[in-house]
């Protein structure tokens, strides 16, 4: 399929460039340097998922101003784009409206009421810049809960723990990361809502290393998980990755049927158990 550009006004072309400078100058990737990010997002959908954009179901948490809900809704996709705020939702929505983008639907909600039996099933979920903003053990359940909608396709875009310092369990595993303070404990509602690049209402968040974040996707379900280097993100903060989680059967093995209905934690003991056998 030939890619084609479609123009977008001045005032949509303003808001994404202003994506991300709440933080201030010391933010990589932020207005129009966020488009790198939106290319690998886009060109990871096409490359992924089962398949074009315009017969897929795309849900986007956390959207903000929604620059992925609508470039995939320029694309022809069918997309539900939630967040808890409403301030740069508004916008989103106002702009997808402006383009007669009727295939984008915007709409106030925390990612933690997502539920399969109220928002349906999607060929393609959008995880991006939303994950470390949830604490344990809510990180764990939207985890479950965003598998459990998505048909296909997982992509997630996250700052992750370059060291682990804690560990946070959750049914019965350990998952290694890091706690980090949102907001001051006094800190009213009002307060916390106001700042856009920070967690709703949770005054700490949890993050997870690479390692552990790579194991808790897979633990809830998904038969692949990959990381993306390319296309390539230049100034990408050292400790954020993306990766892409893909929801299939899980194979057995004819050639080793030791591997079979093992769980994780037996497998890597039986292997451990051959590493003792080396001479």
């Known amino acids: 399929m030939t890619e084609t550009v479609r123009e977008l006004d001045e005032e949509a072309l303003a808001l994404f460039a202003r994506k991300g400078r709440e933080g201030g100058p010391g933010v990589p990737q932020?207005?129009?340097?966020?488009?790198?990010?939106?290319?690998?997002?886009?060109q990871l959908t096409r490359d992924f998922a089962p398949r074009a954009f315009a017969s897929l179901d795309i849900l986007d948490l956390g959207c903000g101003e929604g620059v992925y809900a609508i470039e995939a809704g320029l694309?022809?996709?069918?997309v539900l784009a939630l967040d808890a705020r409403t301030q740069r939702l508004e916008e989103g929505a106002a702009c997808a409206a402006r383009h007669g983008l009727h295939n984008v639907t915007f709409r106030q909600e925390d990612v933690r009421d997502l539920r399969r039996q109220s928002h349906g099933a999607f060929d393609v979920v959008y995880c991006l810049g939303l994950l470390y903003h949830l604490d344990a053990?809510?990180?764990?359940?939207?985890?479950?809960?965003?598998?459990?909608?998505?048909?296909?396709?997982?992509?997630?875009?996250?700052?992750?723990?370059?060291n682990p310092v804690v560990e946070s369990a959750y049914r019965g595993r350990a998952y290694e990361g890091e706690r980090f303070r949102e907001h001051g404990d006094d800190d009213s509602s009002e307060v916390r809502v106001s700042r856009p690049l920070?967690?709703?209402?949770?005054?700490?968040?949890?993050?997870?290393?690479?390692?552990?974040?790579?194991?808790?996707?897979?633990?809830?379900?998904?038969?692949?998980?990959?990381?993306?280097?390319?296309?390539?993100?230049?100034?990408?903060?050292?400790?954020?990755?993306?990766?892409?989680?893909?929801?299939?059967?899980?194979?057995?093995?004819?050639?080793?049927?030791?591997?079979?209905?093992?769980?994780?934690?037996?497998?890597?003991a039986r292997l451990a158990a051959f590493a003792g056998e080396q001479p």
């Open 137 to 162: 053990p809510d990180v764990f359940s939207v985890l479950e809960n965003v598998f459990d909608v998505c048909a296909g396709l997982l992509i997630i875009d996250t700052l992750i723990a370059p």
């Open 30 to 42: 932020a207005g129009e340097a966020n488009g790198v990010k939106v290319r690998r997002v886009v």
């Open 198 to 268: 920070k967690s709703i209402d949770n005054t700490y968040s949890f993050k997870f290393t690479r390692d552990a974040l790579i194991r808790v996707l897979y633990d809830v379900g998904f038969s692949s998980v990959l990381e993306c280097h390319a296309p390539p993100e230049p100034l990408k903060a050292h400790d954020r990755i993306t990766l892409v989680a893909r929801k299939g059967e899980r194979v057995t093995l004819s050639t080793y049927p030791w591997v079979n209905d093992k769980s994780e934690p037996e497998i890597a």
């Open 75 to 78: 694309r022809g996709a069918r």
